[in-house]
């Protein structure tokens, strides 16, 4: 009887542990999968669309390299960041190879090119008679390889008189109409070049004068005395774009990639309006009620 009794014990201790053995390794089992899932489900958003996203800083990255025909390995401080530009999503891209200096914008969804643009850094000044300068470079925005402008040989700079004369007669100024003056001699993107900045009215006016030919390579006039005008109704993209060429004495035919923003600039609304003829850049801010022209720049792009 007492045999009996320990064997039906012995059946049910070994019946316990079984039980017990198969639950533990259940638990073990069931542990597992809730993280495994939770990565799984990570990785993956609901609701993503591939064709919507953006081609990522190493696809830029390797953009920009193969258009300035350089190796990973050639380049250094390369930085890349996403951005919106002028209602579109863009990687700005910098970095160094060797001497130079390269800026990149690329489109975030294609990959394209949209500007480029590289400087000297270590430039040699053109100092003698057969001295040309052509160490120093600077790039287009089609592909970084046109060289600056070179200074005649032998040739000296126009002098100061001579850039604030140049700058006068474009703005279609005299002397005595302005104030303020100034103008410096500087090295800017591989060539010498006069700044000339001075006031007439209420609006202040930039200049970029070649120092050796007095070419006016880029100007800007901005309005700093003018009053918000609120309230009425806004004139629209096309009463913009209208005020800005005929300003510029332009017609739409002769323009090409024609941008418009309605924007918000120092408590007014405010057109931006930025275009191309030839090998010159518009930029325009107009008053959104007015018309009136705050500012514009025009600046001439180098072409090969």
Do not use: W
Request: net charge negative; aromatic share 8%.
């Amino acid at each position: 009887m007492k045999k009996k009794a320990i064997m039906v014990m012995s059946l049910l201790a070994l019946f316990c542990l079984a039980v017990l053995s198969g639950c533990a390794s259940g638990g073990a089992e069931g542990g597992a999968l809730p993280p495994e899932t939770a990565a799984d489900g990570g990785s993956t958003p609901a609701g993503t669309k591939k064709a919507a996203q953006v081609i990522g800083i190493d696809a830029a990255g390797a953009a920009v390299l193969k258009h300035a025909g350089l190796a990973a390995s050639q380049v250094s401080r390369m930085e890349v960041e996403l951005d919106h530009e002028n209602g579109r999503k863009i990687y700005e891209v910098e970095f160094r190879s060797g001497d130079r200096e390269y800026e990149y914008e690329i489109d975030a969804f294609t990959g394209a090119v949209l500007s480029s643009e590289y400087e000297i850094k270590k430039e040699v000044v053109a100092t003698g008679k057969g001295s040309t300068g052509g160490s120093s470079a600077s790039g287009s925005s089609t592909g970084g390889s046109s060289p600056a402008a070179k200074a005649p040989s032998g040739s000296s700079v126009i002098g100061k008189d001579a850039a604030r004369a140049a700058a006068l007669k474009h703005a279609g100024l005299s002397a005595s109409q302005v104030s303020q003056v100034e103008v410096e001699l500087d090295y800017e993107k591989g060539r010498k070049i006069y700044e000339v900045e001075f006031y007439s009215g209420g609006a202040e006016y930039d200049y970029e004068i070649d120092a050796y030919t007095g070419a006016v390579l880029s100007y800007e006039y901005e309005v700093k005395k003018a009053a918000p005008v609120e309230g009425g109704t806004l004139i629209g993209g096309d009463a913009a774009v209208a005020a800005a060429l005929k300003h510029a004495r332009l017609a739409r035919s002769a323009v090409t990639r024609l941008e418009v923003e309605l924007d918000y600039e120092d408590g007014r609304r405010i057109y931006e309006v930025e275009f191309y003829s030839g090998n010159k850049e518009y930029e325009y801010e107009i008053d959104a009620y007015s018309g009136t022209i705050l500012s514009f720049e025009v600046e001439t792009r180098k072409t090969n």
